[in-house]
């Protein structure tokens, strides 16, 4: 994880968070150009979030429903002024990027996919994002009506020649997504947090909901392929997840719907 020192600008946040930084060592950590985040170390550490107003509901109303499934971290505050901030406690230990996870990819690789199991089998009751997959398609119709459409991220064996190629694949296939499952939505190394390869907990579960298995599992392969640097784990990461409740298919139908965003 990102961790850059920073001289925090006190006016660019609410006064009534400026205590967090008194006497405190701050790291930027953003890693998108949507958000920022900062690391506030102190007090066993403190993450911060800044976003378009509005944008980090989702994701405060989740983090919670994932904390009290013993999932993620505590939401501390959740503040919409002129922008969304959002304050979590740190949770324990590193991002499964760090250099020591890596170096055993296949350990990783089977990890990943455990652990991603026993998320699916956790009951979505009580869930605030009831209907991920309703979401997911109106996300591909509008960007794809908008004209956005990039397969750069994915591997060649995923790609469509077109946009259009890809959306006829999401018309005549959209009707087999399921809404049966507790997602993460974003389901990639840098989101699952270890203490010597123990599960700490999840973090940036803002895309989640009750959807699609097949989305999560989407990602899983996507990240080891993107941060291993090879396609060789994808096997052997859908066996350990377990290919009795893997569809045939699906993981192209994921990946059409994907390149619209």
């Known amino acids: 994880m990102k961790r850059v020192p920073i001289t925090p600008k006190l006016s660019l946040y609410p006064k009534e968070l400026h205590p967090l930084f008194e006497g405190a060592d701050v790291y930027d950590s953003s890693c998108s150009r949507e958000a920022r985040v900062i690391l506030i170390d102190k007090d066993g550490g403190y993450y911060l979030k800044s976003a378009p107003k509005g944008s980090l509901q989702r994701e405060a109303d989740m983090t919670r429903y994932f904390h009290q499934k013993g999932l993620a971290t505590e939401v501390l505050c959740y503040l919409c002024a002129e922008q969304d901030y959002l304050l979590t406690a740190r949770v324990p230990g590193e991002d499964c990027t760090h250099e020591d996870y890596l170096a055993q990819p296949e350990r990783l690789c089977d990890l990943l996919a455990t652990r991603l199991r026993a998320l699916h089998e956790t009951d979505p009751g009580g869930c605030p994002v009831p209907n991920h997959t309703q979401q997911y398609l109106a996300t591909v119709h509008r960007n794809y009506a908008e004209g956005h459409y990039d397969q750069s991220l994915f591997p060649d064996n995923w790609g469509y020649t077109s946009a259009e190629d890809a959306y006829r694949v999401v018309k005549e296939r959209a009707h087999l997504l399921?809404?049966?499952?507790?997602?993460?939505?974003?389901?990639?190394?840098?989101?699952?947090?270890?203490?010597?390869?123990?599960?700490?907990?999840?973090?940036?579960?803002?895309?989640?909901?009750?959807?699609?298995?097949?989305?999560?599992?989407?990602?899983?392969?996507?990240?080891?392929?993107?941060?291993?640097?090879?396609?060789?784990?994808?096997?052997?990461?859908?066996?350990?997840?377990?290919?009795?409740?893997?569809?045939?298919?699906?993981?192209?139908?994921?990946?059409?719907?994907?390149?619209?965003g």
């Not at 940036?204 to 784990?233: A, E, I, P």
């Open 178 to 260: 399921k809404c049966d499952t507790l997602l993460h939505g974003d389901y990639c190394l840098p989101n699952i947090m270890l203490t010597d390869w123990q599960f700490s907990g999840f973090i940036d579960v803002g895309n989640g909901g009750v959807g699609d298995r097949h989305v999560d599992l989407f990602w899983g392969t996507w990240t080891l392929n993107f941060n291993l640097k090879t396609d060789r784990y994808r096997d052997r990461f859908l066996d350990a997840y377990g290919r009795d409740v893997i569809e045939p298919g699906m993981m192209d139908l994921i990946a059409a719907c994907e390149v619209f």
